[in-house]
T-cell receptor
């Protein structure tokens, strides 16, 4: 099925461990985004990319790094996980318009203990 | 500073009646406002949008109203159905396609 695929779906990390979340889209979208969702706060933008090889910071970028080496993939890295990074992470992609053509993945639930 | 606010965390409505969800914003510079629907363990899915140059947009059972002078938008669902039970987010979008979401409203449609 066409869309946005996130791996893994669930993960438990110990404080200080590192991991990479993978987002893959097969719609040839230029723009890709990483959001986190926390209770009572909606979704907040971590980092985004407007094309292959480009990345930019969003609203809450601290503690995260990203890479967009290939157009279809957008990786989110946690170098040293902290309990404050316990959240549900969503990846989204968009062709570049503003009127709603965003596709979200099903999310990665990350718990840092 | 949250620029998009949904002040009602939850809404319960009877099947067949109207659901009205509200959203306030502070920054008038955005071109589009969007509504997303989210079921548990799934990503948000796009529902309906409205351009800042319009005051109403309708798509089937869903209508979004924009009141620019009040910096307020609302989503009407008529008639409400059990499958509408979900969390609804309003969002604005900037020229880079970055979405800024409200905190969401949990809608429960009862029989």
């Amino acid at each position: 099925n066409a869309g946005v695929t996130q791996t893994p779906k669930f993960r438990v990390l110990k404080t200080g461990q590192s991991m990479t979340l993978l987002c893959a889209q097969d719609m040839n979208h230029e723009y890709m985004y990483w959001y986190r969702q926390d209770p009572g706060m909606g979704l907040r933008l971590i980092h985004y990319s407007v094309g292959e090889g480009t990345t930019a910071k969003g609203e809450v970028p601290d503690g995260y790094n990203v890479s967009r080496l290939k157009k279809q993939n957008f990786l989110l890295g946690l170098e040293s996980a902290a309990p404050s990074q316990t959240s549900v992470y969503f990846c989204a992609s968009n062709f570049g318009g503003q009127d709603g053509g965003y596709t979200f993945g099903s999310g990665t639930r990350l718990t840092v203990v | 500073d949250q620029q998009v606010k949904q002040n009602s965390p939850s809404l319960s409505v009877q099947e067949g009646r109207i659901s009205i969800l509200n959203c306030d914003y502070t920054n008038s510079m955005f071109d589009y406002f969007l509504w997303y629907k989210k079921y548990p363990a799934e990503g948000p899915t796009f529902l309906i949008s409205i351009s800042s140059i319009k005051d109403k947009n309708e798509d089937g059972r869903f209508t979004v109203f924009l009141n620019k002078s009040a910096k307020h938008l609302s989503l009407h669902i008529v008639p409400s159905q059990p499958g509408d039970s979900a969390v609804y987010f309003c969002a604005n979008v900037d020229s880079w396609g970055k979405l800024q979401f409200g905190a969401g409203t949990q809608v429960v449609v009862t029989p």
